[in-house]
């Protein structure tokens, strides 16, 4: 498991102060950035000349409002890593309370020609110390 925080800012608001759903996303995302540059800080992950990582299914669901200023805290998951293909999940709490839940699917691919390609040790040991 993985562990970030993130305090809700206006912007990422809707005009009800609601945070706006599709920035579960961004914010996922900025912990999945996080997660990678702390655990295999030389590997370049998005700039890599060599690998791409793209997203090939996403999902979310959301059970509570998140207000702007309040504090949120994701936990990170591999719930699957097989060949060239995993899966991560993103709980998001605020108050020790399960607000949302994210869910992305990642395809490794050789960057010369876009074919699927076996996951990089580094990456696959990254995933399996967020094993669930």
Do not use: W
Not at 56 to 66: G, L, Q, W
Not at 90 to 106: I, P, Q
Request: with cysteine.
């Amino acid at each position: 498991m993985y562990t970030y925080d993130h305090v809700v800012k206006f912007h990422e608001c809707d005009p009800a102060g609601i945070l706006f759903f599709g920035n579960v996303y961004f914010i996922a995302h900025d912990a999945y950035e996080k997660m990678i540059s702390s655990r295999i800080p030389n590997f370049h992950f998005f700039a890599n000349s060599e690998f791409a990582f793209p997203l090939i299914k996403s999902e979310a669901e959301y059970f509570h409002p998140v207000s702007a200023g309040q504090k949120i805290r994701l936990e990170l998951y591999s719930t699957a890593i097989s060949g060239s293909f995993y899966k991560i999940e993103y709980n998001f709490y605020c108050v020790d309370k399960l607000v949302a839940c994210v869910s992305t699917e990642h395809v490794c691919v050789k960057k010369e020609g876009f074919k699927k390609t076996n996951l990089p040790e580094e990456v696959k040991g990254l995933l399996l110390t967020i094993l669930k």
